[in-house]
């Protein structure tokens, strides 16, 4: 009685949530709001509801000029009405999905759902949630270690290196870790298409983790909350975007000079078809790159 007089009726929040889309339709021109009723309750003559999917234009509209990569994970109400939110994508023209890559946890719904939906995405599978299941059985500080290298290496030669290394070892800690295919969680094999070479949905789950309170609240103020939440970051990084000195973040540069003075100590060979081998200072490693792939 105390939560319904201070955060209102889960009930009553439901019966106004017709209103609440509308108010948003005319508040943010352009936004999708779309509630699903239950069929199987509509045919025994009640409403009852089902599922509801919002994205404000402006999200749509920032999509366009950001990495080609979304994270996709549940997200498990906390108040009386269990149910999920799960990140839906029917509002930003995915299309089959080419040139996209997304990032999850391994649940089969979802990697079901994307390769129905989106069967020309690429799909990586979160190292976090891959780490959970292999160290049920591999356990060290140095078995993890050397498995998280794995996920790191960005050619593939290094990826065999490091599982060498892995089966001194353990043997058999190689061959539960291969169970997952490389394809999946190692760098050396992402497409590159996505310039981003995260391996974990950390991101996701951190949105999560950040809504927790709002999750437990009756579905408009949930909703509400998270709304005002979002907003207020969006607020936030474009206050310190325009502190930048350029069209670059200040990390990016950084990175870029750090790469940049690595570079100096490689040398490279031309083959004489299409492509060249690149190798350190010490001339301790190389990989084999395309003529266009080094022109980018």
Request: aromatic share 10%; with cysteine.
């Amino acid at each position: 009685m105390a939560f319904d007089k201070l955060e209102g009726s889960f009930k009553d929040d439901y019966n106004r949530l017709e209103a609440y889309g509308q108010e948003l339709r005319q508040s943010n021109p352009g936004t999708d709001m779309v509630i699903n009723i239950s069929k199987d309750a509509l045919e025994q003559g009640k409403r009852r509801f089902l599922r509801m999917y919002i994205c404000f234009k402006v999200l749509k509209e920032g999509w366009r000029s950001l990495r080609p990569l979304i994270g996709l994970d549940g997200t498990f109400l906390k108040g009386k009405c269990k149910g999920q939110l799960l990140l839906l994508k029917i509002s930003l023209e995915l299309k089959s999905g080419e040139a996209l890559t997304f990032i999850s946890d391994m649940q089969k719904g979802l990697l079901d759902a994307v390769s129905n939906v989106l069967p020309e995405a690429h799909h990586r599978w979160c190292m976090r949630h891959i780490e959970a299941n292999w160290c049920k059985k591999w356990r060290s500080g140095e078995e993890k270690k050397l498995m998280w290298w794995c996920a790191w290496s960005t050619y593939e030669e290094e990826f065999k290196d490091t599982l060498k290394v892995l089966g001194k070892v353990d043997e058999d800690s190689v061959s539960d870790l291969l169970h997952f295919p490389a394809i999946k969680y190692c760098r050396a094999y992402f497409d590159t298409q996505c310039k981003n070479l995260m391996v974990d949905n950390n991101c996701t789950e951190s949105f999560n983790s950040w809504i927790l309170q709002a999750r437990q609240k009756p579905i408009i103020k949930m909703l509400e909350e998270i709304r005002l939440k979002v907003m207020n970051m969006l607020v936030k990084n474009e206050e310190m975007g325009r502190t930048w000195q350029n069209d670059i973040s200040p990390a990016a540069k950084k990175l870029y000079n750090d790469y940049r003075l690595m570079a100096t100590t490689c040398t490279i060979e031309f083959n004489g078809d299409y492509g060249y081998e690149v190798k350190d200072g010490g001339g301790l490693a190389y990989s084999e790159f395309g003529v266009e792939e080094m022109h980018l």
